[in-house]
């Protein structure tokens, strides 16, 4: 336990942390104060041991009470499942993904109210932002991107970079309740064809 205490003091130096670890906490006996208290200056603990419980549990999310998520992953050896982290302004986004599956998006701004972690994250710049950011990862080549925002399109986003994808917006409108928001990317088809 004096080592992991000891990551999470060098941890207090940078901007985020994330733990990695193979078992869920529920199923990891530590001495006193316990390893959640330990991690507890992290955004998100990562971990798969359990992955979906056998297909049970197809998502095992949960938070700590003292804030930190806790992010199980479905298995790569039977479902092959992987994941997509991304640090946005110091806010952590991810998407739980399928291999091969395409394409693969990540928004990262604005966060998903389900995972907002105000204890260790500056969510108030979501307030203040001026575009939605999207990370768009496919084989084949991105034609378009389209954000909608409870199911109105607020239009096609722009290519910074590839993988990244921006649009304005104007994030006051959304201040008050909870809204969705969707992503479309359109990519080009290729067709071939053997005689």
């Known amino acids: 336990m004096d ?8 941890s207090h130096s940078s901007n985020q942390s994330i733990w990695f670890g193979h078992y869920t906490t529920s199923t990891i006996i530590s001495p006193f104060p316990g390893i ?14 359990l992955h979906t419980l056998g297909g049970l549990m197809p998502v095992l999310h949960s938070r700590h009470k003292q804030g930190t998520l806790e992010l199980e992953l479905g298995d790569w050896m039977d479902n092959r499942r992987y994941r997509v982290l991304a640090f946005d302004h110091d806010l952590l986004s991810f998407s739980d993904l399928k291999f091969e599956d395409w394409p693969a998006i990540v928004i990262t701004n604005p966060k998903a109210a389900l ?3 105000p204890g260790v994250e500056p969510v108030g710049r979501i307030r203040h932002s ?4 999207i990370l768009v990862f496919s084989e084949a080549p991105v034609t378009a991107v389209y954000v909608s925002i409870d199911g109105t399109l607020l239009g096609a986003a722009q290519s910074l970079k590839a993988p990244l994808y921006v649009l304005y917006w104007d994030p006051q409108s959304y201040s008050k309740g909870l809204h969705s928001i969707q992503v479309k990317a359109e990519v080009t088809t290729v067709v071939a064809l053997l005689f």
């Open 3 to 10: 080592v992991l205490a000891g990551f999470e003091q060098e």
């Open 36 to 49: 959640r208290q330990v991690m507890s200056s992290a955004v998100a603990y990562l971990c798969g041991h």
């Open 115 to 117: 995972y907002l972690n």
């Open 130 to 133: 001026t575009h939605i950011r």
